[in-house]
């Protein structure tokens, strides 16, 4: 990793550069699920086993966790294994890696590695210290397509970005591996959609990110994917959107059938549904009105500064649209690029300027909220199946194809300081 080239949007000249400037440890951990900051010595542990008879082990309700439960809509635990503070631990039963506290040995002799957040007492990410973390936030309108998009992007990103960048994506615990690979399985194997995103509570997906770079600390991802139908409920984002305002990127899903304009010209390929889809979509600007009112009003200048890439989803159907005012037929769009080694900052610009005038034809009102909200964008497309579904099955035949999928990642990654900006 070399040097950087910045391009935020319009704003800055071509011939600016600036060499990468990775954060140094020891680094504070943000918690996932309450994203409260804290020292890699404030970790507390959870007891391995349970001592009946004594009152340091025994089981019991734990109130933080509950708390934190009760507050995110979901069921509160029975009694489980205590909480062990390690300030009264023998530093010779404490296990580092990095300088981080990883493991302990309580006064039994038994160990235990399950690190918990002091204020929630959830269970923290095994890379939590041992570098930055960042919560990435999927928002969109319902239907647009988010969760078969991050199952696309995280499949995309372990079976070959990373190793274009010179990384290796690994999941953040043998749970949210069996997800990711579920939903893998689903879509990739056996050509069936995902069901829509549960108007629930929203749990973390939880990815690491490691470098073959020993310079370069170890990335933790804490992804988010907000259901559509919440996105737009008042009372279900005050319990469940913090994530939002925590965020350090944002991927903010566009679905063409949102737009009002092209819903009648875009041919679909699935011939059962008709007619007008107004009552069937949200409007993209109705999500924008979600974060001026709980976010983006309370700020100064009203404006955002959280990087944000602005993704039409589902290009493939643009090709069906078949009307150059809108875009032609040779756009890049249609295009899958490969960002090798570095982000290629011609080929964004590219990109970023095609899907901004297209959505300025396509959704004017849309395009001047984001100007008018949102300090530091990128504008992308992507497909992340190359075709449309039909009755929720993919077409064995035609296969399945990622278009520029991971893109938008990549833009946060080097909006971040992870990745090289260059021109090819």
Known sequence: MGLFQIFHGNNKKKSEYKKATYEKGPFMIKCPFCFKKFKTEQVVFRASHAEE???????????????????AGKSALPEINSVIKTQDIPEKNKTRVDGVLIEIKDKYDISTSERLCPYCHNELPIT????????????????????????????VLEKYTCERIGASLIAGSSEYNDEIRENQEKIFDNNIMLDPTPKQHVEPLIANMKFKNDKIPPLTLIFYDVPGEGMTDK???????????????????????????????????NKEVKGDFTEKYQEPKDIIV????????????????????????KSDMLKNLRDEEYISENSNIFRNYNHEKFFNLNEFENINGEVMKFLEKADAPFKGAMD??????????????????????????VGIEHIRVDEPFLWLLYEMNYLDGRRD
């Open 53 to 71: 008879g004594d009152p340091e082990y025994e089981k019991t309700i734990d109130e933080l966790l509950n708390e934190y439960n009760r507050k």
């Open 128 to 155: 939590a210290g041992r570098g930055p973390s960042k919560v990435i936030s999927v928002v969109g309108a319902s239907q647009v397509g988010k969760s078969v998009y991050m199952t696309a992007l995280l499949y």
């Open 235 to 269: 009372g279900y984002i005050e319990k469940h959107g913090d994530h939002i305002k925590n965020s350090d990127g944002i991927i903010f899903l566009v679905d063409p059938l949102q737009m009002r304009a092209l819903r009648k010209k875009i041919s679909l390929m």
């Open 290 to 313: 979600y974060f001026f009112e709980n976010f983006i009003s309370k700020q100064s200048h009203e404006k955002t500064s959280i990087p944000t890439a602005v993704v039409v989803t």
């Open 372 to 397: 008018a909200c949102f300090k530091t964008t990128g504008y992308f497309a992507v497909s992340s199946l190359g075709c449309n579904p039909q009755n929720l099955k993919i077409d064995e035949n």
